[in-house]
């Protein structure tokens, strides 16, 4: 079962900040938050991961708050390309459930 | 490119037939996944793999079995298909020790009529 809950939906201005929200109250202390998406009919991508420090790769950036129950993946100039359904996952003993991710939809 | 392949990409088949569906990678880590994607559900792990014949049940592993004989390979059987089995099937591999970093193959578009 999925551990975390994420809006249907949401949209964004192309060259602006694209800020996906996630919440995983039940999260326990030694557990990661993961980040993926999927472009349309081709296989998940992963984004990015952490525990409870906020970071940074050359695709996005992730906040987690200092209570650990929810965080923000924040891609920093959407692009259209960036259009997809993005999964934040909390594993469970080791395995990855996606539930039904956030579609993302980045207009010109 | 992770080096994962999947085989075939798609496949029509009938009510009651075998299908094996395989997976390959280049580079010999531990873990494979089996994972299903229907409208409105998400992706639904299957199967997965923690070694060479070492397998075990996801959340939606009735009617399909796999085999790891070696490292490189993990396939899917669906012994008898069903049209509730026409799904796109992603498989995927860790290249760490277990972690959730996973990469996903392109998938395949399997059609039970």
């Known amino acids: 079962d999925a551990k975390t809950t994420q809006p249907t939906s949401m949209d964004c201005a192309e060259g602006r900040a694209a800020n996906l929200p996630c919440n995983h109250s039940?999260?326990?202390?030694?557990?990661?938050v993961y980040w993926y998406r999927q472009i349309h009919s081709q296989g998940p991508q992963y984004i990015i991961h952490?525990?409870?420090n906020n970071e940074t790769n050359e695709m996005a950036s992730l906040i987690i708050t200092e209570d650990r129950k929810s965080s923000t993946l924040i891609l920093p100039h959407a692009t259209l390309r960036d259009t997809a359904v993005y999964y934040c996952i909390v594993p469970t003993l080791g395995r990855l459930y996606f539930g039904r991710g956030t579609q993302l939809t980045v207009w010109p | 490119d992770a080096g994962i392949t999947q085989s075939p990409r798609h496949k029509v088949t009938e009510t009651g037939t075998p299908v094996t569906l395989r997976c390959h990678q280049t580079?010999?880590?531990?873990?494979m996944y089996w994972y299903r994607q229907d409208p409105g559900h998400g992706l639904r792990l299957i199967h997965y793999s923690y070694g060479v014949k070492d397998t075990d049940k996801g959340e939606v592993s009735d009617g399909y079995s796999v085999s790891r004989s070696k490292t490189e390979d993990f396939l899917l059987t669906l012994e008898s298909a069903t049209s509730s089995q026409t799904s796109v099937y992603f498989c995927a591999i860790n290249p760490g020790s277990g972690g959730g970093e996973l990469f996903f193959g392109e998938g395949s578009r399997l059609t039970v009529l």
């Open positions: 039940t999260i326990s202390g030694n557990e990661y």
């Open positions: 952490g525990l409870k």
């Open positions: 580079e010999n880590h531990r873990y």
